[in-house]
Nanobody, 125 residues
Framework: EVQLVESGGGLVQPGGSLRLSCAAS????????MSWVRRAPGKGREWVSG???????TYANSVKGRFTISRDNANNTLYLQMNSLKPEDTAVYYC???????????????????WGQGTQVTVSS
């Protein structure tokens, strides 16, 4: 059974940092691309960042230069380092899996086949 379990969310002041983790199990992690998606209060889902099975990363313009996605294939874990956080980054963050090795160029949200339960990130003073 595929499982994705996020952790690391919390309350942080504007300008602060958080690191999210996603522990993956039930599949060969190193074979699959992964991504982070968020849903802000009252808004739709937003794709944040993706990473291929070998570590090639892509980012949404809204987080480029502030967030860094990475993965540890030996320990089946996906990360999202978030720096210079803004109130508009407040959202539930989800870890997702793609059913192939590369991050798709289009339809990044719809092509994920598994989602975690999410972790809340709140940026507020």
């Amino acid at each position: 059974e595929v499982q994705l379990v996020e952790s690391g969310g919390g309350l942080v002041q504007p300008g602060g940092s958080l690191r999210l983790s996603c522990a993956a199990s039930g599949f060969t992690f190193s074979n699959y691309a992964m991504s982070w998606v968020r849903r802000a209060p009252g808004k739709g889902r937003e794709w944040v960042s993706g990473i291929s099975n070998t570590g090639t990363a892509t980012y949404a313009n809204s987080v480029k230069g502030r967030f860094t996605i990475s993965r540890d294939n030996a320990n089946n874990t996906l990360y999202l380092q978030m720096n210079s956080l803004k109130p508009e980054d407040t959202a539930v963050y989800y870890c997702t899996r793609y059913p192939w090795a590369d991050v798709p160029v289009t339809s990044k949200l719809d092509r994920a086949d598994y989602w975690g339960q999410g972790t809340q990130v709140t940026v507020s003073s």
